[in-house]
């Protein structure tokens, strides 16, 4: 693991599809941008961040989200997600996250990630199929 650099941000990108939305994901049956996908692009944004930290054979696992859904997005908008670098606690990293869409913020977030090694960690939870 490299040093970590407190701030720093990323910003990601994506326009709601209609598979992106609660109808077509089963979390609801509006035809809006669902929260669990929000909540992915929101968890996808702060992992990228945080991969120029790591170094080889490392990755990152979502440990904790802790997210509001305040507006309804409709299929063709956009949405941006930025994640902030707001704390390093040895391996674990947390954030804040707002995502936001043409008109509004539609969420905000803390978000905590560990850095853990691919393999050990892959081999880890293949275990509890042995077990």
Same mark, same amino acid.
């Given at each position: 693991m490299k040093d970590i650099k407190l701030h720093a941000s990323l910003t990601k990108e994506c326009t709601v599809t209609k598979e992106l939305l609660a109808s077509s994901v089963g979390s609801g049956i509006v035809d809006v941008y669902a929260?669990?996908?929000?909540?992915?692009?929101?968890?996808?944004?702060?992992?990228?961040?945080?991969?120029? #930290?790591?170094? !080889?054979?490392?990755?990152?696992?979502?440990?904790?989200?802790? =997210?509001? $859904?305040?507006?309804?997005?409709?299929?063709g908008m956009k949405v941006w997600a930025t994640a902030e670098i707001i704390?390093?606690?040895?391996?674990?990293?947390? #954030?804040h996250? !707002?995502?936001?869409?043409?008109?509004d913020?539609?969420?905000? =977030?803390? $978000?905590?990630?560990?850095?853990?090694?691919k393999e050990k960690f892959e081999a880890k939870a293949q275990q509890k199929k042995e077990s």
């Amino acid at each position: 693991m490299k040093d970590i650099k407190l701030h720093a941000s990323l910003t990601k990108e994506c326009t709601v599809t209609k598979e992106l939305l609660a109808s077509s994901v089963g979390s609801g049956i509006v035809d809006v941008y669902a929260t669990p996908m929000m909540i992915a692009l929101m968890e996808n944004t702060a992992a990228t961040l945080l991969s120029q #930290f790591l170094d !080889e054979g490392e990755t990152s696992v979502g440990v904790s989200i802790q =997210a509001s $859904h305040d507006a309804a997005t409709p299929e063709g908008m956009k949405v941006w997600a930025t994640a902030e670098i707001i704390a390093v606690d040895r391996k674990k990293v947390t #954030f804040h996250i !707002e995502a936001k869409d043409e008109k509004d913020r539609i969420s905000e =977030a803390t $978000h905590a990630r560990f850095i853990v090694n691919k393999e050990k960690f892959e081999a880890k939870a293949q275990q509890k199929k042995e077990s």
